[in-house]
């Protein structure tokens, strides 16, 4: 059975792993390319847009792809209605892996917003000490409130820094001892993230609950209406499911 999977996150990492080594299965991973060195996973990736609807119903019907995951990060929201609308013009069945937002918990102080230039203006006019976590792509709305002193956290170095900040890289999974250390040590005063969910990132938000830091949380964009499970292994389950089916 051939599959291909929609990558970009650790679910899609996971189920590359799990699916290796599984003859019945022919699954390929693709990434939208923006990471220069994505961690090495055991099947076969490709890399790079496919043109749009049209471009990903040619790859689909051209590859003879019997199964689409879209495991894509919660708001890469136009791959995802790429995925859904490409699936039913090719008649191919789709999963995604949605994995739950995150939820307030006692203690929290979080002000919800509806997108970055949201985000950029709860910072509100005192100057603050900002920890960024929002992902390079979505830096500039904050270029509009400069008085703040940014310290921005990303994957890769930020190539296009479009506001004066101070900039580290690094990649999760964090804990939460040394996100406390790093929030005290640069004397942050509100953290702005996505509600991106999952535990590689999360321990942040503990970290922010305990020091008493206000959070400014983006909310996802609405996830396109079409069958899902939560994680890698749900998703490895429908896969084994459908190839059963198939006799394979
Ligand atoms: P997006 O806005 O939904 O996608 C933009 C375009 O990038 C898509 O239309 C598609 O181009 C291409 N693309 C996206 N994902 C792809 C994939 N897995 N394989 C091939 N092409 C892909 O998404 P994005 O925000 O640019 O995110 C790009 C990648 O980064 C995704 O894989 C996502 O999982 C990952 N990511 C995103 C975020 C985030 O916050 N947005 C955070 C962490 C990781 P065509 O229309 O030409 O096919």
Same mark, same amino acid.
């Given at each position: 059975?051939?599959?291909?999977?929609?990558?970009? *996150?650790?679910?899609?990492?996971?189920?590359?792993?799990?699916?290796?080594?599984?003859?019945?299965?022919? /699954?390929? !991973?693709?990434?939208?390319?923006?990471?220069?060195?994505?961690?090495?996973? &055991?099947? &076969?990736?490709?890399?790079?847009?496919?043109?749009?609807?049209?471009? $990903?119903?040619?790859?689909?019907?051209?590859?003879?792809?019997?199964?689409?995951?879209?495991?894509?990060?919660?708001?890469?929201?136009?791959?995802?209605?790429?995925?859904?609308?490409?699936?039913?013009?090719?008649?191919?069945?789709? $999963?995604?892996?949605?994995?739950?937002?995150?939820?307030?918990?006692?203690?929290?102080?979080? *002000?919800?917003?509806?997108?970055?230039?949201?985000?950029? /203006?709860?910072?509100?006019?005192?100057?603050?000490?900002?920890?960024?976590?929002?992902?390079?792509?979505?830096?500039?709305?904050?270029?509009?409130?400069?008085?703040?002193?940014?310290?921005?956290?990303?994957?890769?170095?930020?190539?296009?820094?479009?506001?004066?900040?101070?900039?580290?890289?690094?990649?999760?999974?964090?804990?939460?001892?040394?996100?406390?250390?790093?929030?005290?040590?640069?004397?942050?005063?509100?953290?702005?993230?996505?509600?991106?969910?999952?535990?590689?990132? =999360?321990?942040?938000?503990?970290?922010?609950?305990?020091?008493?830091?206000?959070?400014?949380?983006?909310?996802?964009?609405? =996830?396109? =209406?079409? !069958?899902?499970?939560?994680?890698?292994?749900?998703?490895? =389950?429908?896969?084994?499911?459908?190839?059963?089916?198939?006799?394979?």
């Amino acid at each position: 059975m051939k599959v291909l999977i929609l990558g970009g *996150t650790t679910e899609a990492s996971a189920l590359a792993r799990d699916l290796a080594g599984d003859a019945r299965i022919d /699954a390929t !991973l693709s990434y939208a390319g923006r990471t220069r060195a994505p961690a090495p996973v &055991p099947i &076969p990736t490709r890399s790079g847009g496919f043109g749009g609807v049209q471009g $990903l119903v040619h790859h689909l019907r051209a590859r003879a792809i019997d199964a689409l995951v879209d495991a894509t990060h919660p708001f890469a929201a136009r791959m995802s209605r790429h995925a859904a609308e490409a699936a039913i013009i090719a008649g191919v069945p789709l $999963l995604a892996i949605v994995r739950p937002p995150w939820q307030r918990q006692p203690g929290d102080c979080w *002000t919800d917003v509806p997108d970055i230039a949201a985000a950029a /203006a709860a910072l509100g006019p005192v100057p603050r000490r900002v920890f960024l976590t929002v992902g390079q792509q979505e830096l500039a709305p904050f270029a509009d409130a400069p008085w703040h002193d940014y310290l921005i956290r990303s994957v890769e170095p930020v190539t296009r820094l479009p506001l004066r900040a101070k900039c580290i890289t690094a990649r999760g999974p964090f804990a939460e001892d040394g996100e406390r250390r790093l929030l005290r040590a640069a004397r942050i005063e509100r953290l702005v993230t996505k509600n991106s969910g999952g535990s590689a990132t =999360a321990a942040k938000l503990a970290a922010a609950r305990a020091l008493g830091i206000p959070v400014i949380m983006v909310s996802r964009p609405p =996830a396109e =209406a079409v !069958l899902s499970v939560p994680d890698a292994a749900g998703a490895l =389950a429908w896969l084994r499911h459908r190839a059963a089916d198939r006799g394979e």
